[in-house]
Structures are given as C-alpha cells and as structure tokens.
C-alpha cells in the first residue's frame, strides 16, 4: 500500500516506461513511412479510431472498477480480521479462568501467541506467488522491487512461527498444507479440553468457537480473492482492445495532419508522434494499474498491508495480557508499505 499523497513521476514514468518505447515506435515507424516514402495509403479516417477507443475506454473502466472492488474487498476482510481478533483476544481474556492465576495467564498467552501463529501462518499463505499474478513476472513489477520488500518472502514461516508454538505443535503445522486452517484446529481443540476441564463455561466455550468460526469465514474470503483471479476473458479483451488502439492511433493522427498540410506545411505529421505517445500512454497506464490491482495479497506496491494489519493485531493483544516488551509497528518504506 503506498501512504503518499501519490506516486512521484520519478517513481511511475519508469514503472511504465516499456509502455513509452512502445509508443514511441508504433509512432514513429508509420510517420516516417509516410513522410519519407510517401505511403499515402496509411492514414485512416478518425472515425474508426474514436470508435474503438470509446470501446476500449468502456472496458478499460469495467476492469479498473472490478480490480478495484477485489482490492477493496480484500481490505474489508482483513478489517473483520482485526475486530474479530480484538474480541477474541477479549474473550479469551474474560471467559478462560482458573484458580491458579499463574496457570491462568499461561493459558492467555498459550491462545493468543497461537492466534498470532495463525495471523502470520495465513499471511504467509496469502503471499505465495500463484502462476496468473504480475509482480514476479512482469520486468517493470520486478524492477520495482528494489523500492520495498515483502516481508514474507525476506524470512520463512518455521522461523516465524517457533515464537508462538510449541516444537510439537509447530512440528505438527508445518507438516500440513492449509497451515492456518490447522492452526485454528488447534484452538478449538485446547478450547474443548479447557471446558472439560471446567476452566470455560458452556456458555463462554460455545461464544469462544463462533468466533474461531468468524476467523475461519474471514480466512475463506481470502483464499477465495487469492485462488480465483480476474477472470481471464475480460483481462484478454482488454489487453486486446487497447493494443488495437494504439496500433491505430498513429494512422489515424496522420490522417488528420496530413489534412492540415497545406495551411501548416508537411512538418505538421511529426505532432503524430507526441501526440500519439501521449494518448497511446493513458490508455496502456490503465491497463497496467488494472492490472497490478487484480491481486491484492501478491506482494505488489499496491496490496493489502497485511504483515502492518497483522503487527497491529499482535500489539492489541499483547497489550491486553499486560506485556511491556511489545514489537515494533512496521513503517513505510519509501512510502510503501505490506
């Protein structure tokens, strides 16, 4: 997620630069054919240049929309993960008792520290690199890596997760797949022997299990964003449309110069090139934002600030059991910050 106020143009005209070169030789190519070889026949009428482009403005604008609405979407979610994990960690607190208060905060902290097990088990999750997002794949995404990092692919999840698990039941977590998924087994599992034990009422366990139900409900959410992308046919169409403009918007701006000839003289094609640079620029910029929204959890400039979000959880919550000794708040980053 970026704090600034915007990106600076030092920062996004060399993101997009691949888009200028493009441009630029989609422009200057046709222009010189016409100007020096006298192919007359490559100027087109506007009209079906300014027909196209309404077109592809109109699914530029869907895309974006939709894009948009899944990154928005996802912050929603890891807002529920935030109020969810505030009640649990209040719950836990309140509901779970014993006669002996040493035994008592141990088992506050044994289920909040396995609370942030899953916070940062689900993170870990959510930052795999899936074969359809961008930010691995796509030179400028790769090359702006070096203005942030993502801190799930800086350190591993075993390293992470011994300070919240027991060896046994972090042998256990990492030997499954849907790590967090297990993890929230665990809890349930603790929580069912502690109102055996008569340390929760049953009362207390069944409120304690539906929020375990709210985390797993927010968790699917998120697989849901993470496991099904944009769908491909509208992503194509765009890509196609707007490549087909910029193919014409050259031919067609020659065709209007060229009209011009005589009262400004034959120099007047040349503004084909700055013009058609400009406007091929906008729409080819929009297809790439839309693009690097598609996938709010892939570690792209643009997504979800979950390790922020779920730093912030843990601060709550050891704030709760009385803990001095709290980490860190996660800063920007040359204003970006995951």
């Known amino acids: 997620m970026n704090t600034g106020s915007h990106y600076k143009l030092y920062h996004f005209i060399p993101w997009t630069r691949v888009k200028i070169y493009k441009m630029l030789l989609l ?22 240049v300014a027909l196209l482009g309404t077109a592809t403005a109109f699914i530029s604008g869907f895309k974006n929309t939709q894009t948009y609405n899944r990154t928005w979407e996802a912050r929603q979610i890891y807002g529920a993960i935030i109020n969810n994990s505030r009640a649990f960690g209040i719950a836990i607190r309140d509901f779970i008792r014993s006669d002996d208060k040493a035994e008592q905060a141990n088992l506050h902290k044994e289920m909040m520290y396995r609370h942030f097990a899953w916070l940062t088990a689900l993170r870990f999750q959510l930052r795999e690199v899936k074969g359809w997002e961008n930010v691995k794949t796509k030179s400028y995404n790769r090359e702006y890596l070096k203005y942030y990092k ?27 797949k849907n790590r967090a998924t297990q993890i929230i087994a665990l809890q349930s599992s603790k929580l069912k022997k502690m109102n055996e034990e008569s340390k929760i009422s049953d009362f207390n366990f069944v409120a304690l299990e ?29 890509l196609y449309f707007t490549n087909s403009l910029c193919f014409l918007l050259p031919l067609g701006f ?29 729409f080819l910029v929009l297809e790439q934002i839309g693009e690097s929204t598609e996938n709010p959890f892939e570690g792209n400039a643009n997504d979800i600030p979950i390790t922020q979000i779920s730093r912030n959880i843990e601060i709550d919550l050891r704030e709760m059991l009385g803990e ?8 920007p980053v040359n204003n970006i910050i995951l």
């Open 27 to 48: 422009s200057i190519v046709p222009t010189c054919l016409f100007y020096f070889l006298e192919w007359k026949w490559l100027a087109i009428p506007w009209v079906p």
């Open 324 to 331: 001095k000794d709290l980490p860190a708040g996660i800063q």
């Open 210 to 238: 539906n929020h375990l139900k709210e985390l797993y409900d927010q968790q699917g959410k998120c697989e849901r964003i993470k496991n099904f992308p944009y769908p491909r046919q509208f992503s194509s169409i765009n």
């Open 150 to 176: 993502v801190p799930e692919w800086e350190s591993s999840l075993d390293e992470e997760l011994k300070f919240f698990l027991t060896v046994e039941e972090l042998e256990y977590i990492l030997s499954t």
């Open 254 to 282: 020659i065709g209007e110069f060229s009209k011009m000839t005589e009262k400004f003289g034959e120099n007047i094609i040349w503004l084909t090139i700055p013009f058609s640079v400009l406007l091929g620029w906008v």
